[in-house]
């Protein structure tokens, strides 16, 4: 049974990185689309990034365009996803949440049926 489990939230400055995990157990990358989500305070849900069973397609909300960076590593069946010139507007709690999905067609949650359980991402001076 498929089980991810997010890592490396924290307290960050402004301006600061952070890098988050999503290591998968149970089903290889190969067979996942692997997407980024997060819960802003107060707001709905959004897709933040996503990569494709093939890694060879990414996907990002434009907010997050130039400063967040999605890989993976298949050895270690993690994704990751590195953030860069973090601002206040990015504090929240990400998930990871795969998908049988070939590709990052969009980020409709209805798509991604596994989910882990989040870490807190907080941006504060």
């Known amino acids: 049974q498929l089980q991810l489990v997010e890592s490396g939230g924290g307290l960050v400055q402004p301006g600061g990185s952070l890098r988050l995990s999503c290591a998968a157990s149970g089903v290889t990358l190969d067979y996942l689309t692997i997407g980024w989500f997060r819960r802003a305070p107060g707001k709905e849900r959004e897709g933040v990034s996503c990569?494709?069973?093939?890694?060879?397609?990414?996907k990002y909300v434009d907010s997050v365009k130039g400063r967040f960076t999605i890989s993976r590593d298949t050895a270690k069946n993690t994704v990751y996803l590195r953030m860069n010139n973090l601002n206040p507007e990015d504090t929240g709690v990400y998930y990871c949440?795969?998908?049988?999905?070939?590709?990052?067609?969009?980020?409709?949650?209805?798509?991604?049926?596994?989910w882990g359980q989040g870490t807190q991402v907080t941006v504060s001076s």
């Open positions: 990569i494709s069973r093939s890694g060879g397609s990414t």
């Open positions: 949440a795969a998908s049988p999905t070939f590709f990052c067609h969009s980020f409709y949650e209805g798509d991604f049926d596994s």
